[in-house]
């Protein structure tokens, strides 16, 4: 059974910064790429980083030189880290097992509780 566990969310100020984890727990067929999504409130759910097993990296133009994806095999968690950050950067992140091919990420449909992230201007 596949359990995907987000944490590091809260609440900080405009031009702080978190540092989001994900800790994945048994096995997904068929995955090469983990992705951060976020979801705030009457909007869709949106990708906002990715990183594949190669460690190559890709950013939403609204997070680009702000956050950082990165990952620990060894303890099967993936990172975000989230600086000068905007109040519109408020939402709830979500991380998310998947697929990296011919340029495009492709999401698999297993998803954790999400961490909710909150800026205040």
């Known amino acids: 059974q596949v359990q995907l566990v987000e944490s590091g969310g809260g609440l900080v100020q405009a031009g702080g910064s978190l540092r989001l984890s994900c800790v994945i727990s048994g096995s997904i067929f068929g995955i090469n790429a983990m992705g951060w999504y976020r979801q705030a409130p009457g909007k869709q759910r949106e990708l906002v980083a990715y990183?594949?097993?190669?460690?190559?990296?890709n950013y939403a133009d609204s997070v680009k030189g702000r956050f950082t994806i990165s990952r620990d095999n060894a303890k099967n968690t993936v990172y975000l880290q989230m600086n000068s950050l905007k109040p519109e950067d408020t939402a709830v992140y979500y991380c998310n097992p998947g697929r990296y091919a011919s340029g495009t990420y492709y999401q698999k449909d297993y998803w954790g509780q999400g961490t909710q992230v909150t800026v205040s201007s």
């Open positions: 990183i594949t097993t190669g460690d190559m990296t």
